[in-house]
Nanobody, 115 residues
Framework: QVQLVESGGGLVQPGGSLELTCAAR????????MAWYRQVPGKQRELVAA???????TYADSVKGRFTISRDNARNMVYLQMNSLKPDDTAVYHC?????????WGQGTQVTVSS
């Protein structure tokens, strides 16, 4: 059974930092492009950052220079370090795994940026 389990969300003040973690189970992790998406009520889910099996990166323009995605293939983990957080970063953050036509989603973790 495939599972993507996110953790690390929470409430943080503007300018603060959080690190999200996604643990992947049931897949050959090193074959998959891993990504973080976020969604707020009433809006489409948007790509935040992605990392390919051999380190290809992409980031949404809104998070470039503030967020860093990384992966540990030995531990089947993907991370999202979020710095200089803004209220607009408030959302549910979902982990995503994709390999060719196969894709999986995690349940999500809430990130709230507020004073």
């Amino acid at each position: 059974q495939v599972q993507l389990v996110e953790s690390g969300g929470g409430l943080v003040q503007p300018g603060g930092s959080l690190e999200l973690t996604c643990a992947a189970r049931g897949i050959i992790f090193s074959d998959y492009t891993m990504a973080w998406y976020r969604q707020v009520p009433g809006k489409q889910r948007e790509l935040v950052a992605a990392i390919g099996p051999v380190g290809f990166f992409t980031y949404a323009d809104s998070v470039k220079g503030r967020f860093t995605i990384s992966r540990d293939n030995a531990r089947n983990m993907v991370y999202l370090q979020m710095n200089s957080l803004k209220p607009d970063d408030t959302a549910v953050y979902h982990c995503h795994a994709r390999h060719n036509e196969i894709a999986y989603w995690g349940q999500g973790t809430q990130v709230t940026v507020s004073s």
